[in-house]
């Protein structure tokens, strides 16, 4: 059987004691808020609903930095709420941001680089990989890969909900941090090298649609209505978060790690077959992914460190 850390008391029976003052998740999504909000400001005339969105920033900062100046037991809701608040809040506020991304895109870039993402990726393979890749296509596998594609999200709040279960509080915030990290890194790169891949682009030049057996149209359109409006494809957020979420495993045991070693291998493949990527944007995700874990890692020892 793997090996799995000693669990410290539950946080569901609150035995362990929140801390004041800003957590590094904090900073950094106050940080996020406060970079965007400027982005806003800077082009005001043209986002829309810009007001709104200068509003909606400065009430997230309010709640964050509220939330990290309250002891347990004071405030409204006393502990337990503000205990949910402060470990998973950085949840709907990272969602929320990839939601203004694209609102934010469209008027202050105002342009679209899948032309030249896409000459890359031919010039490194001589041919366009998810034009090729219809060689080996076969409904089994569509379907198969766009399951593993659509539970993305679960697979990377699975890691965080079992920390929060076996109550292991300093682990939660460092996945935390280097989920969110993930997260506000990828929304970056979108606004740098806005991109909306070769389901897109390159469409006129598949010579068949993409076909599974049975949930594959209903998941895909799913994944349409939530995406299609995007610049989200530099770099692959399903591959960089696939690889942190993967990292993050380590820490609950060596069989989790295992298997999300082998999840992460099908949805670097999964987002080119699927043609929701192009292949520099899976090189950009695991090397994003890796940045963040080297960064990260260190700070987390260090911080670890000095808390001893």
């Not at 006129?204 to 209505?225: C, I, N, V």
């Not at 530099?234 to 298997?259: K, M």
């Not at 080119?272 to 995700?285: C, E, M, N, P, S």
Request: with cysteine.
């Amino acid at each position: 059987m793997a090996h799995v850390a000693a669990r410290p008391p539950a946080l569901l029976g609150y035995t362990q004691k929140i801390t004041c003052g800003f957590w590094h998740v904090d900073v950094l999504i106050t940080a996020y808020l406060a970079a965007t909000g400027l982005l806003i400001a800077a082009f005001y005339s043209r986002v829309p609903d810009a007001g709104w969105l200068l509003a909606a920033h400065a009430v997230a900062i309010a709640l964050i930095a509220a939330a990290a100046k309250i002891e347990p037991g004071e405030g409204m809701g006393g502990y337990r709420l503000v205990s949910i608040f402060r470990y998973w809040y950085p949840l709907p506020f990272v969602a929320a941001c990839y939601k203004e991304m694209a609102i934010l895109i469209p008027p202050t870039r105002g342009i679209a680089l899948d032309a030249q993402v896409a000459a890359l990726d031919y010039r490194i393979w001589g041919a366009n990989p998810t034009v090729w890749l219809e060689n080996i296509s076969a409904p089994w596998l569509t379907e198969f890969l766009q399951i593993a594609y659509t539970l993305f999200v679960p697979a990377v709040l699975l890691v965080a909900a079992v920390l929060w279960k076996q109550g292991r509080l300093q682990e939660f915030r460092y996945y935390a941090l280097l989920i969110s990290a993930g997260f506000l890194a990828s929304y970056l790169g979108y606004w740098l090298v806005p991109v909306r891949g070769p389901r897109f682009l390159l469409a006129h030049l598949q010579t068949s649609e993409l076909r599974g057996l049975w949930l594959f149209p209903y998941l895909q359109h799913a994944l349409d209505k939530l995406e299609s409006a995007h610049y989200d494809c530099f770099p692959s957020g399903h591959v960089e978060l696939t690889l942190l979420a993967c990292w993050g495993s380590r820490l609950i045991s060596t069989n989790l790690f295992r298997t999300y070693f082998v999840y992460s291998l099908v949805i670097v493949f999964a987002t080119v077959y699927l043609r929701y990527h192009y292949t520099i944007d899976v090189f950009a995700g695991a090397l994003v992914s890796a940045v963040l874990i080297a960064v990260l890692e260190r700070f987390h020892r260090e911080s670890a460190y000095r808390r001893g």
